[in-house]
């Protein structure tokens, strides 16, 4: 039997059998992988704690015919804030969820593994509205999957607006005042500027950006919309995600 060892982030668990449970796994060799982990719920294996959604380590597999055996997870961060904070739990299942639909089964995707983690980290462990959070992840995913929405001239007639500017979901970039249409959503200067910074921030410094609460819900409305036009799907664990936050 092949063994397999790579890092990876559980995305998905569910118990199964008596003792057993599936988890699927967001990995850095193989991608998106479905595994089972065996007697993951006896204490004698010990799994059970490190077989939880979004437990991050290093994973030995096996492949027996193609099916994926868990042997052994180190674990390296189990970001234990997300279990005791439902809006946090939330967001990042959507994340997840967002990830999976953009990334598919079985494709190595490393920007996008790495995406994900950083910004499950980041809704852990830094102090930033869940919102923020969201609206970086998901205009880094669709610029991760090749749509870069155009922000410096106008995608129908291509000139450089003076006046104001609006958003286009469909065309995928800024429109000026005279190719706006019906649906077009009119963009603040602190709004395309903070579009822009967040398409264009190396890495480190991608949440580290100032915006007031209308900005942030104008962003937000913006690229949960763009997101969701470039994967041709809904989420459930958006509504949920905006319910509970809603409520919070
Ligand atoms: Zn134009």
Redesign the pocket.
Known sequence: MESIKTKGLIIKSSDYGEANCMITVFTENMGIVSAGVYGARSKKRGLGASSRIFTFGEFLFKNSGGRLRVEEIAVREGFFPLCEDIVKLSAAVYFADLAYAAVGMHNKDNGVFRLLLNTIYALCYNDIDSDVVKTVFEFRLAAEGGYLPVLDL?A????E?QGEIYFDIERGGI??E??RRPGSIKLTTAAHTAIKYILSAEDKKILSFKADNNVIALLANISEQYISEHLDRKFKSLDYYKKIKGSN
Not at 156 to 159: D, G
């Open positions: 106008c129908a007639c291509e000139c607006p429109l000026c005279s190719c």
